[in-house]
């Protein structure tokens, strides 16, 4: 059974950081593609913030870049999201997904919220 829980959402205020983690199970973690999306509100599309291949190469929206890292530990089958100088736009619910070829799979979300 392949399970993507993340953690390390909360409350910030403006300027402030966080990192996300992501912990992934049930999948050869290694081959995949690892992302991390938000949802502003519920019915607003997931936008995609940054993803990470299998061979380290990473790409981040615009809005993101420069303040945002994201990283992987294949040993641990772990995947991070470091968050720095964060703005309230940024307030959203995060998830983390995985792909490879037609696999793909989505954690349940955690909430950040930058606000003063």
């Known amino acids: 059974q392949v399970q993507l829980v993340e953690s390390g959402g909360g409350s910030v205020q403006p300027g402030g950081s966080l990192t996300l983690s992501c912990a992934a199970s049930?999948?050869?973690?290694?081959?995949?593609?690892m992302a991390w999306y938000r949802q502003a509100a519920p019915g607003k599309q997931r936008e995609l913030v940054a993803f990470i291949n299998s061979g380290g190469a990473t790409n981040y929206a615009d809005s993101v870049k420069g303040r945002f890292t994201i990283s992987r530990d294949s040993d641990k089958k772990m995947v991070y999201l470091q968050m720095n100088s964060l703005k309230p736009e940024d307030t959203a619910v995060y998830y983390c997904?995985?792909?490879?070829?037609?696999?793909?799979?989505w954690g349940q979300g955690t909430q950040v919220t930058v606000s003063s």
């Open positions: 049930g999948i050869n973690f290694s081959i995949y593609t």
């Open positions: 997904k995985s792909w490879y070829r037609e696999y793909d799979y």
